[in-house]
């Protein structure tokens, strides 16, 4: 994917972008891999992302969607099992009988007939969920998503990554978009390798989605619009936007034989543009429109159509480009023991420079670090770790640095999109700017490293990573307020046609009685050592299940949209206080995502729920990076003491493993 190397001395020319150390760049929103499988081909937990091969000439990268299992409807009563397990240890027990009574006449009544009807969409349909999944849990939602359901994420800060540097900006920006104009291109000609299970293929589905995607606020419900295209389907959109300082403009990252301009041409045309803002008056921010309650920005957008025809056409410019690329002004500071300044500034920064309806937006600050904020209704994390991923191996290749022929070839100028506004369209970007200062002022952000300790120790102990965190995780928060919280883990169901994920809810019986245990200064270490094995097997049980689509929260919300459908009431399961005290209807106190087994910060996103915590971490040889985010306005919650409750709680299940060894 590289450019020939030019040997000659008099015709070769490097392009450095800013130093000789490469770029990590990772952040999620979800789980980024399931704990238990094969991601993408490659057994993440035992052996880390460094054998993945990312292109493939044998094969094509949809060849085998149309031969993916359906995703299948679990049994009723399986179903209702689980969910009545997660319901145990988070309510008194007259209140749990009362829940058992619920959810007996929920299955042997009016859930029965629901059951069938869920069973005849899923005949006719190879993904049941698909459609109902995209509505319920991103397009239907009124609210404002750019920090409320965005993920934002930190880039490059770490050991073996680009440190802050003034003057690199532009530089390091036109080498990183080089590289992922590259993925895109392996996506759009299908070389992408499939990613599989052990043999069994995935879905690739969501690769589609990473590009030339955006989100339509609709009055009453969103609108998910791709314009990607496979070279074999024709034309796809290869320009660019790039924001900066409330303006907006594009340009064509092909030159016109349709191969990609070098990072050196790239950087040309992001130099043009921060010139011209620097030289100029800042623009009117149309971008901060994204951030705004969704029916009220679907009719602010209706206006601006009618306004005049040019903003239509600026409209769709950013809305089918490939991406957006943001030249923020701010220089977040960033280290190896402290990163909450530039995670802060990746999802809650400044809206001159990000729309925030875009499958991806890449954000370049002044001092030459990047961040990320995207819209998660078209795809999951996997997807945007696997194309950051494929960045942070190609720049490793070449230390960060450019080497090919210096091109003297004239370009055309990017070109500023216009808009014709007037009182109304200014007063609403007002208006949403203090609303989204507002509520970014009140997302507090921590993103450090815990140094005990890494994968490399756990994996000694012979305790997946990923179920040793989250029984931390749960200790942690029973630590601090002294009862267990219900908890929210991604499981990925791409074994299915179109899959996504399943809940897992890794707040069982099992790990709440080994909280308690641990709590317990009367308990033997004997007992504590079986209680938690108890736990870690329920956990990974729990979690094959849940890939299998077999876990309840997808089922429950399935069962509950045919009530809907059918004009139905609400059944007295949705309404009982257990569901929502479990989790059920989005209210997981804990909000948890692996950030994959790399080198990097992750990523965060906003706490479901005021009173919850978003928990994200990534799970390093020799470290576990944790980014906590809370709401500041909310007394039961610190992110702060939750951090040190966590280092606490990983110190301690530790030893506690340590010593069952012995």
């Not at 660019?240 to 340009?251: E, I, M, P, Q, S």
Request: include cysteine; glycine fraction near 6%.
């Amino acid at each position: 994917m590289m450019q020939q190397m030019v040997k000659s001395g008099r015709d070769r020319a490097v392009y450095n972008a800013g130093c000789g150390t490469s770029l990590c760049f990772v952040f999620v929103l979800c789980r980024l891999f399931t704990a238990h499988d094969v991601a993408d081909g490659t057994h993440i937990a035992q052996s880390g992302m460094d054998l993945y091969t990312f292109e493939s000439e044998r094969e094509r990268t949809f060849q085998y969607q149309e031969s993916l299992p359906s995703l299948p409807v679990p049994p009723l009563h399986e179903t209702l099992n689980k969910y009545l397990d997660s319901v145990k240890p988070l309510v008194e027990e007259e209140e749990y009988r009362r829940t058992q009574e619920v959810v007996r006449n929920f299955e042997y009544g009016e859930g029965r007939a629901l059951q069938e009807k869920l069973l005849q969409r899923a005949s006719c349909r190879r993904n049941w969920l698909e459609q109902w999944w995209r509505n319920a849990a991103y397009l239907d939602t009124r609210s404002e998503t750019q920090i409320s359901v965005n993920a934002g994420g930190c880039g490059p800060h770490l050991e073996h990554s680009w440190q802050a540097q003034d003057g690199t900006q532009v530089a390091r920006c036109s080498i990183l978009l080089w590289h992922f104009l590259h993925f895109w291109k392996l996506i759009r000609t299908e070389k992408l390798a499939v990613g599989r299970s052990g043999k069994t293929p995935l879905d690739m589905d969501q690769f589609r989605m990473l590009c030339c995607t955006c989100k339509i606020p609709g009055h009453h419900r969103d609108t998910l619009v791709s314009h990607f295209r496979t070279e074999r389907e024709g034309h796809c959109p290869s320009h660019v936007v790039v924001l900066c300082r409330g303006r907006a403009f594009t340009f064509d990252t092909l030159d016109p034989n349709g191969a990609i301009l070098t990072p050196p041409e790239l950087a040309r045309q992001l130099q043009n543009i921060k010139d011209k803002c620097q030289d100029e008056a800042d623009g009117p921010t149309i971008s901060a429109l994204t951030s705004d309650e969704r029916t009220r920005w679907a009719q602010v957008r209706d206006h601006l159509l009618t306004l005049s025809p040019q903003n239509a056409t600026s409209l769709h410019i950013i809305e089918s480009s490939l991406i957006v690329v943001g030249l923020d002004d701010a220089s977040p500071e960033a280290s190896v023991d402290d990163c909450s300044q530039l995670q802060s500034l990746s999802l809650i920064g400044d809206l001159r420079c990000r729309w925030g309806d875009k499958s991806f937006n890449l954000m370049a600050f002044q001092n030459g670090l990047f961040g990320a904020c995207c819209d998660h209704a078209p795809y999951d994390a996997m997807v945007l770790v696997l194309c950051i991923y494929f960045i942070d191996q190609e720049i490793r290749k070449s230390n960060g640095i450019w080497q090919g022929i210096l091109p003297e070839r004239k370009l055309t100028l990017p070109e500023e999109l216009s808009f014709v506004v007037d009182e109304k369209v200014l007063a609403a970007v007002d208006c949403a700017k203090e609303n989204y200062k507002q509520k970014g002022n009140d997302l507090n952000l921590i993103s450090r490293p815990f140094m005990g300790f890494g994968k490399e120790l756990i994996k000694k102990c012979r305790i997946h990573p990923d179920t040793f965190v989250q029984l931390a995780v749960q200790l942690a928060y029973f630590s601090q307020h002294g009862k267990p919280g219900c908890c929210y883990e991604t499981a990925s169901t791409r074994r299915y046609f179109h899959g996504r994920t399943e809940t897992m809810r890794s707040c069982t019986p099992e790990v709440v009685a080994w909280c308690r245990a641990m709590r317990n200064p009367m308990a033997v270490v004997q007992h504590k050592r079986e209680l938690m094995w108890q736990a870690i097997e329920k956990h990974n049980q729990s979690m094959r299940e849940c890939q299998m689509n077999r876990g309840c929260d997808r089922h429950l919300l399935g069962l509950l949209l045919t009530a809907n459908e059918e004009g139905l009431p609400t059944p007295e399961l949705y309404r009982d206080p257990s569901f929502s005290k479990s989790g059920g209807g989005g209210n997981f106190v804990l909000s948890t995502s692996l950030g994959g087994y790399t080198t990097t910060m992750g990523g965060v996103v906003a706490p479901m729920v005021h009173n919850g915590y978003g928990c994200f971490y990534s799970i390093n040889s020799q470290k576990i990076f944790i980014n906590v985010s809370t709401w500041d306005s909310n007394p039961e919650t610190n992110g702060e003491g939750f951090f040190e409750a966590l280092s606490s709680a990983l110190h301690e299940t530790m030893n506690l493993a340590l010593m069952a060894r012995l």
